[in-house]
């Protein structure tokens, strides 16, 4: 690749680390970047999981205030998102993508329009709260699972897929945003580890991108923390649409 095509994959791995913290599918961004530079599909999937990586460490530590006083609830989800992530990463590298990229733009919609229904979910299930915290219910980490295993296959809008599981079954947007951020880092480091052993990582892509995607990650954390739930809300749920219409048309 020349000079100019490594200047554009950063620079794009720096949108999509942003855009990851603020509300997920920046994958959605550097993927098709990467396949338009000349990389094979799978090739660029999961040089595109390996690159934006060091992206979701940057989000976590930019939203690492909302972490206190969630460490059981972190623990349980990030075991739960490993588990998801292997499975995904393995089905990637064995089994063919076409089933699965048919579900894929339902999975975003449907995603996306669970964030808009989330205020009206959240008055009726206030009355299950404790202490101001609502006992985690067992189908959430049954669709964490789920939704990790999504995104060790795949990982496009995986942010915007458990930002809005997360905010039905929390009843805290902010918060979140903020677990979001800590399991898509989990599974992306999952991923790393099958990908790097078994998968056609580029890894001078890598190189280039990773650490632009760190820079973003970290931004997108500090401008997503100071952002009121309602415009957030109402982000989410058009850019989710946006990528579901996306992936509906793309070839």
Known sequence: MSALDLLIAAGVALLAGGINSIAGGGSLILFPTLVALGLPTVAANVTNSVAQWPGYLGAVVGFRDHYRGQRTRLVAMSAVAVLGG?????????????????????????????????????????????????????????????????????????????????????????LANAIKSLLALVTASTTVVVFGI??????????????????GGYLGAKVADRIPSTPLRVFIVVFGIAVAVYLFVRP
Do not use: H, M
């Open 86 to 174: 292997t499975a995904g990463s393995i089905l990637l590298l064995t089994t063919p993508s076409a089933a699965f990229d048919t579900v894929v733009p339902v999975l975003v919609l449907l995603a996306s329009l669970l964030i808009g229904a989330q205020p009206l979910l959240t008055k009726r299930l206030q009355a299950n709260e404790t202490d101001g915290e609502r006992r985690d219910p067992l189908w959430l980490y049954v669709v964490v699972f789920l939704a990790c295993v999504y995104g060790g296959y795949f990982g496009g809008a995986l942010g915007v897929i458990l930002t809005a599981v997360l905010a039905v079954g929390l009843g805290r947007l902010k």
């Open 198 to 215: 078994f998968g056609p990582v580029d890894w001078l892509l890598v190189a280039v991108c990773a650490p632009a995607s760190l820079v």
